[in-house]
Structures are given as C-alpha cells and as structure tokens.
C-alpha cells in the first residue's frame, strides 16, 4: 500500500518562510506524479493551490510556490500571512488502477 | 463562474446505498476528467474514483472497490457516485472535484462544497 507523508505539523512566524514536504513510499516524487497542494481551512471545502508541481492557479497568492526538493514535492511560503493558518494536503499521481493518494496533511500554525 | 454543488447524502444504515450527485455548471463538462475525494470526520483527503470525461476510464481506491461505482451523464452535466453496502467506515464528507484535462490527471482546480454520508450500525 503506497504512503504519502507529510509534516503533522509546522509552525512559522508572520512574515515568515516556511516549506511542507510530501514523500512518496515508492521512491522519489518527480513530476511525473504531478503534485498538487491543497488548503483546507476548518469547516470549509479544500481549496486548490498548486497543480503539476509548480503550477498556481489564478487565484494563488503570489506567496505559496511549488517544487520538487530532495526527492520529495515541496510547497514554500515566503512572507506567511495570518490567514494562511489552515491544513495542507498533498497528492500525488500514481496512475494504474489507484490513481492518487494523498498525504496525511500538515497543520501549520502561525505563531 | 465553474459551480460544483454536491447532493444525495444523508443518514442510511449499515449495508444500505445511496446515489450522490454533483451538479455542475460554469465549464464544457464533458471536457474534463471528474473526482470523488472523501474525507471522515476529523480526519484526512482520500481520493476514492476518478472517470475521464468521455465517462469510459474509471478509477477506484481499494477501500471502495466493488461497492462504489463512478458515472457521469454529460448530457445533464452531472457527475455521480452510488454508493452500495455501506459500512461505518464510509461516514464522511464526499467532495466532487473538477481535473484540468480530459484524462484523469488529478490536477484539480475546483471543488464542490460536499455532502455529507452517515452510515449507522
């Protein structure tokens, strides 16, 4: 059974920088799997981030960017802003029968 | 303005089915791969189907396979999952979610606002 594995949980500073990983059990994340980032705040609907690693949508702050760092799909925060307190999810492409998995999230909490 | 609006949970006991829905509008639907995404109270995403736009290609996590079935009826623009016996395990909130392509890439940018499934023993 494939594992995706996030940080539980992060704290960062306002006006911070912050980076989230995302493992795969399977190997190196590449952009053949092609990671995407989701905020979920609490009680609301997730909300689409990044897609295909590095791709933002129209509505992604400037702030949030994707990457692949170390084996692993990465997403960073430069100049973290209160509201961006929220759970963070991951998931990846596997293609075959069980297409996707994702991560188990990450709490980050700005302090 | 793309519009996802899920429908069809509710209360059913254990061993029980129920159809969901996913209204859309706001896109060429029958353009774009669809996903069912779940979550359990309190806990994480979990992708549980996919089909592609043409409704031919369909995906499945193991937790549901051969009891949930992916459908879509692009004429109606309207994607479904039905949901046959039911365990406890599959009390969540069902997200409909809108791919980027045709294909089942699982690069989303919209998703429903869920509909919520209580299976009771």
């Known amino acids: 059974q494939t594992v995706v594995t996030q940080e539980p949980s992060l704290t960062v500073s306002p006006g911070g920088t912050v980076t989230l990983t995302c493992a795969s059990s399977?190997?190196?994340?590449?952009?053949?799997?092609?990671p995407n980032w989701f905020q979920q705040k609490p009680g609301q609907a997730p909300r689409s981030l990044i897609y295909?690693?590095?791709n933002k949508h129209s509505w992604t702050p400037a702030r949030f960017s994707g990457s692949l760092l170390g084996g692993k799909a990465a997403l960073t925060l430069s100049g973290v802003q209160p509201e961006d307190e929220a759970e963070y999810y991951c998931l990846l492409y596997y293609g075959g029968a069980q297409l996707g998995v994702f991560g188990g999230g990450t709490k980050l909490t700005v302090l | 303005e793309v519009h996802l609006l899920e429908s069809g949970g509710g209360l059913v006991q254990s061993g029980g089915s129920l159809r969901l829905s996913c209204a859309t509008s706001g896109f060429i639907f029958k353009s774009y791969a669809m996903t069912w995404v779940r979550q359990a109270p309190g806990k994480g995403l979990e992708w549980i189907s996919s089909v592609n736009g043409g409704g031919t290609n369909t995906y499945y996590a193991d937790s549901v396979k051969g009891r949930f079935t992916v459908s879509r009826d692009n004429s109606k623009n309207t994607l479904y999952l039905q949901m046959n016996n039911l365990r406890a395990e599959d009390t969540a909130v069902y997200y409909c979610a809108k791919d980027l392509s045709t294909s089942s890439s699982l690069n989303f940018d919209y998703w429903g606002q869920g509909t919520l499934v209580t299976v009771s023993s």
């Open positions: 399977t190997g190196a994340v590449t952009s053949g799997s092609y």
């Open positions: 295909n690693t590095d």
